[in-house]
């Protein structure tokens, strides 16, 4: 054999940094939780994905706790970064539009990420999560609804509950959308959601009634 087969064989693996060994352990676990959930990933199997020992993981993150809220924070932070720029200026239904083709062009681009999101948190977690989003852009919904109802001689008192309705429904469908195989195309779902919303505003009753209540 060859000196220069002897030192390749011999050359030792480059050492992870301890910046990108968390990185590492984060995009592994993000998978794992994105297919199992919380309670369906182990310590243990990041850990031998990563081919390291456990004692790594928890020396990063303390623990499978801590390492699922990075996680989430995250997520967190990039969707509400993308809804809050995607609500810049407009008229009520563009604004409306903008909201439902950003929570769409994130699933779309993080998938994994918005299963996480979506997925009931360990009881105890702390931080943000699905529906602190909700809520948040819910609120800037809500400064629109409010001048609505007002021109219409609606009570405005209502408007953040129907924000909450609009919201929700976008993150509903949006799971739909995203367990249908992100079909059908991403601008028509949204299309379809603003259709059903602002038609579904302009018909609004002042006096809102069960009919089955007589």
């Known amino acids: 054999m060859s000196n220069s087969s002897n030192a390749r064989k011999a050359a030792p693996r480059s050492r992870m940094t301890a910046a990108g060994r968390r990185e590492q352990l984060i995009d592994i676990a993000r998978t794992l939780f994105a297919e199992r959930g919380f309670d369906g990933t182990s310590v243990e199997e ?4 990563a081919e390291v020992s456990k004692p790594v993981v928890y020396e990063h993150f303390g623990g499978k706790e ?5 996680i989430v924070d995250r997520e967190v932070t990039m969707l509400l970064t993308t809804m809050r720029q995607a609500l810049t200026s407009g ?5 409306l539009e903008q909201a439902a083709v950003a929570l769409l062009d994130y699933i779309d681009a993080q998938p994994d990420g918005f299963r996480i999101l979506v997925r009931d948190s360990p009881i105890g ?10 809520g948040d852009t819910a609120t800037r919904v809500e400064g629109i609804l409010v001048d609505q109802f007002k021109k ?31 079909r059908p195309a991403k601008q028509v779902v949204a299309t379809h959601i603003v259709n059903m919303a602002w038609n579904g505003l302009a018909g609004l ?3 809102p009634r069960l009919v089955s209540e007589g």
């Not at 008229?91 to 604004?95: D, H, K, P, Q």
């Open 66 to 70: 801590g390492l699922y809220a990075v």
């Open 125 to 134: 977690a702390q931080g943000a999560s699905f529906q602190s989003i909700i």
């Open 152 to 182: 219409r001689g609606l009570d405005a008192k209502m408007a953040p509950m129907y924000a909450q309705m609009l919201v929700g429904m976008m993150g509903t469908t949006g799971q739909w959308w995203l367990a249908a195989g992100r």
């Open 46 to 49: 990041v850990a031998t994905r």
């Open 91 to 95: 008229t009520s239904r563009v604004l």
């Open 205 to 207: 009753e002042k006096r």
